[in-house]
């Protein structure tokens, strides 16, 4: 048994198919997928446009012009 202490790694990734594979082997990592309901892309385009002056509607209006 090793006595190295682990150390977490995140990652973020669009394309989990092209991650180096001894990393994404059974029991190396835990995978979680993110598939943000239409709120939470307005509020993540929200945060994102808030020191732009972007009205909330605009926001609306680009998340709803880009469904998924």
Same mark, same amino acid.
């Given at each position: +048994?090793?006595?190295?202490?682990?150390? #977490? *790694?995140?990652?973020?990734?669009?394309? &989990?198919? %092209?991650?180096?594979?001894?990393?994404?082997?059974?029991?190396? +990592?835990?995978?979680?997928?993110?598939? #943000? *309901?239409?709120?939470?892309?307005?509020? &993540?385009? %929200?945060?994102?446009?808030?020191?732009?002056?972007?009205?909330?509607?605009?926001?609306?209006?680009?998340?709803?012009?880009?469904?998924?």
């Amino acid at each position: +048994m090793c006595s190295c202490r682990r150390t #977490p *790694v995140a990652v973020t990734k669009n394309d &989990v198919s %092209t991650l180096y594979a001894p990393l994404g082997r059974d029991g190396r +990592m835990d995978k979680f997928y993110w598939a #943000p *309901v239409r709120a939470d892309r307005v509020g &993540v385009c %929200t945060g994102i446009f808030r020191g732009d002056g972007i009205c909330c509607d605009v926001v609306v209006r680009l998340v709803d012009a880009f469904p998924g």
